[in-house]
């Protein structure tokens, strides 16, 4: 090793003894608990090593309902909230005056507590003895009847869920998109337009694949984000997610670990490995799945 390269790994030393540390040594510390069998959190013992812990896992009723309910908020919120983020973002993008104020507008939800979004996302959905909420409101002017979106049907509360994940994430992907439009080079357009390209074909021709990179970086992390989901779920719904059939695969773990059926950190390790290996999988797909893309754009 030369002395040029022994200078870089000194310098790369710091971030990979942090690494080590904070994110490997972890993660295998996740892997012995996974299968160590009737794990003791006070006396530190075990009686056998061995699939229980997964199995139990997945045979577990409220696994199943926090898996289902990632699944669900996963499926929605990741299309739902990058569509209408891309779409937020060329409009920014044409509108010359005032196109400061409204991307401070848009972003001002990012900036906020996202716990005390999620209270007033209760307070406007929420149906009390006192009142049926803003929404409900609304729902009567059209002559709709009244419903609890946050004590009532599954189908209720899971669209309060999916609506303020959205509300929450696209800010930072108006940001990024915005950003993204902002650098395409302009001769692309004018050249189309002395062309008489249409605007749809514009679009599609020239403004995706250039921005094709972030809104794959997008997807790709708001995957990520959505199977991490639990903060927002309980400043909704409350802490315990588990009664009211929302809880999340992030929310399914803390409890095993320190809610009322906590003291199971060797459920909670599997359950956290079955996680790791989803976000994992799906991330692995979407990256082939660009690069797929990023070929099939190269040879057009």
Not at 58 to 81: C, E, G, H, M
Not at 140 to 160: L, N
Request: net charge neutral; aromatic share 16%; proline share 4%.
């Amino acid at each position: 090793m030369n002395k040029q390269s022994l200078k870089s790994w000194l310098y790369l030393l710091p971030a990979i003894l942090f690494l080590g540390v904070f994110m490997v040594y972890p993660l295998f510390d996740v892997m012995i608990y996974s299968v160590e069998e009737g794990y003791n959190f006070a006396s530190q013992s075990y009686f056998g090593v061995g699939r229980y812990n997964y199995s139990y896992v997945l045979r577990d009723p409220y696994f199943l309902q926090a898996l289902k309910n990632t699944f669900i908020l996963v499926i929605i919120t990741v299309p739902v909230s990058t569509g209408i983020a891309l779409l937020i973002s060329v409009m920014l993008s044409s509108v010359q005056k005032l196109r400061d104020l409204f991307q401070t507008v848009f972003f001002l939800p990012y900036v906020t507590n996202t716990l005390a979004v999620g209270l007033v996302f209760m307070i406007l959905f929420k149906k009390t003895p006192y009142t049926d909420g803003f929404i409900n409101l609304i729902i009567h002017a059209f002559g709709g009847a009244g419903v609890d979106f946050i004590e009532g049907p599954y189908w209720a509360k899971m669209f309060v869920m999916c609506f303020y994940t959205v509300w929450v994430v696209m800010p930072f992907k108006i940001l990024i998109l915005t950003s993204a439009l902002a650098s395409v080079d302009q001769n692309l357009y004018k050249a189309a337009k002395v062309d008489g390209t249409p605007a749809f074909r514009i679009f599609y021709k020239i403004t995706l694949p250039m921005i094709s990179p972030m809104i794959f970086y997008l997807v790709i992390t708001g995957f990520i984000g959505a199977f991490k989901a639990y903060s927002d779920e309980v400043a909704i719904f409350g802490t315990d997610l588990n009664a009211a059939g929302m809880n999340t695969i992030v929310g399914y773990v803390y409890d095993m670990l320190y809610g009322d059926s906590g003291g199971y950190p060797s459920f909670a390790a599997a359950a956290a490995l079955i996680l790791f290996a989803i976000v994992l999988t799906i991330t692995c797909i979407n990256l082939l799945v660009q690069q797929k893309a990023g070929v099939t754009a190269g040879v057009s």
